[in-house]
C-alpha cells in the first residue's frame, strides 16, 4: 500500500498555524531563536522585552510583516508591566495560545560575596516573573475556557547545580517544581505547562560565566563535544508547544543539551 503524502501527516500533527504565542525574553538570544521557529510554522509571535532595539533586529533578519510578530516592551519584574500585555496582545491577534517564560540573568558571583540586593535581583527576574506571569495568564485562560500551554525556560543548572552560578541554579530547580505544581493543578482545565531545559548555547547571559577553563569543562563534559546551536531548540519548542503532537505531555523537563546532563564517566 502507498504511503500517503508524508508532510500532510506532519503538518497535521505539529500545526501551529494561527496560534499565538507570547515570548517573554523573546529578545534574547535562545527565546529569540524559539520565537521565529514558531513564526515559521506558521504562528503570530509577541516578543516581550526590555530592549525594542533587539526585538527590530530580531524581525529584521526574519524579514516578518508587522502584523505577524510584534514587539511589547515591559520590564516584567513588575506586575503592573505584566498585566498589560494580555489586552494588548488579545487587542493585535484576539488569542494567546503558547506563553514562553524565558527572562533570566546570571551573574556569577563567588558564594562568599552574594548580596542580599543581589540574591533578591536574581530571584526576582528569573524566579518571581515566572511565577507571576504563570498567576496571570493562566488566570485569564481558566477564567475564559480557554486552552493553553506555557514553557518555563528552566537550565542544566536545575538539574546539576552548576558551580559559580548558585542562585541561578536554585532559581531554575524551583521553576521546575513550580512547573510541575501548575502542570498537575491545570491539567483539568486543558492548560499545559512544561519546562524546556537547554544545555550550553553561547548567549548574551552566560558570556561572562563562559571563559577559557569553563569552555574546556564544558566541552570534556558533553558528549557531542560542542556547544548547542540555538535552532536545536526548535523541534522541542514545537513540540511542546503544538496541541496535537504534545497533546499529552505536561510536567516535563524537556533537556537539550548534547547530553551534558547523562554524563558521568
Ligand atoms: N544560554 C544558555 O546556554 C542557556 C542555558 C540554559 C538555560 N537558559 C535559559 O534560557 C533563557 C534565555 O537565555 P539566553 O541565553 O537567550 O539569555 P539572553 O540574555 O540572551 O535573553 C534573556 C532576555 O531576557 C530579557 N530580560 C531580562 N530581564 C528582563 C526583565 N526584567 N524584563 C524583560 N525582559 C528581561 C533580556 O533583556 C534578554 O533579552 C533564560 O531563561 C536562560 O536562563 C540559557
Known amino acids: ?110 558564594y562568599f560575596d552574594i548580596t542580599n540586593e543581589q540574591f533578591d535581583n536574581i530571584l526576582d527576574t528569573n524566579l518571581k516573573t515566572v511565577h507571576m506571569a504563570c498567576q496571570i495568564i493562566g488566570k485569564h485562560w481558566i477564567d475564559n475556557g480557554q486552552k493553553g500551554c506555557i514553557i518555563n525556560m528552566s537550565s542544566m543548572a536545575a538539574v546539576r547545580p552548576l558551580s559559580r552560578v548558585f542562585v541561578y541554579s536554585l532559581t531554575k530547580a524551583a521553576l521546575l517544581n513550580l512547573t510541575q505544581n501548575l502542570a498537575r493543578e491545570w491539567a483539568i482545565h486543558g492548560i499545559r505547562v512544561n519546562a524546556l531545559c537547554p544545555g550550553f548555547f553561547p548567549a548574551e547571559q552566560n558570556r561572562r560565566v563562559l571563559d577559557k577553563s569553563r569552555v574546556k569543562a564544558i566541552m570534556d563534559h558533553t558528549p557531542m563535544r560542542r556547544f548547542g546551536d540555538v535552532e536545536e531548540l526548535i523541534g522541542a519548542t514545537l513540540l511542546l508547544a503544538s496541541e496535537k503532537a504534545g497533546s499529552f505531555v505536561t510536567g516535563s523537563n524537556l533537556v537539550v543539551d548534547g547530553g551534558f546532563s547523562v554524563t558521568s564517566i
Do not use: Y
Not at 507570547?22 to 520565537?35: E, K, N, Q, S, W
Not at 530580531?58 to 520590564?75: K, L, M, T, V, Y
Open 1 to 110: 500500500m502507498r504511503n500517503p503524502d508524508s508532510s500532510t501527516f506532519l503538518n497535521e500533527l505539529f500545526d501551529l498555524k494561527g496560534k499565538v504565542a507570547v515570548v517573554i525574553g523573546g529578545t534574547g538570544v535562545l527565546c529569540g531563536a524559539m520565537a521565529w521557529g514558531l513564526w515559521r510554522a506558521g504562528c503570530r509571535v509577541v516578543l516581550v522585552g526590555r530592549n525594542p532595539g533587539k526585538a527590530e533586529s530580531h524581525f529584521q533578519r526574519w524579514g516578518s510583516p508587522p502584523d505577524e510578530a510584534r514587539f511589547f516592551e515591559a520590564d516584567v519584574t513588575r506586575r503592573d508591566q505584566v498585566v498589560t500585555i494580555i489586552p494588548a496582545v488579545m487587542d493585535w491577534f484576539g488569542r494567546i495560545d503558547i506563553w514562553i517564560n524565558g527572562a533570566a540573568i546570571n551573574p556569577p558571583v563567588p
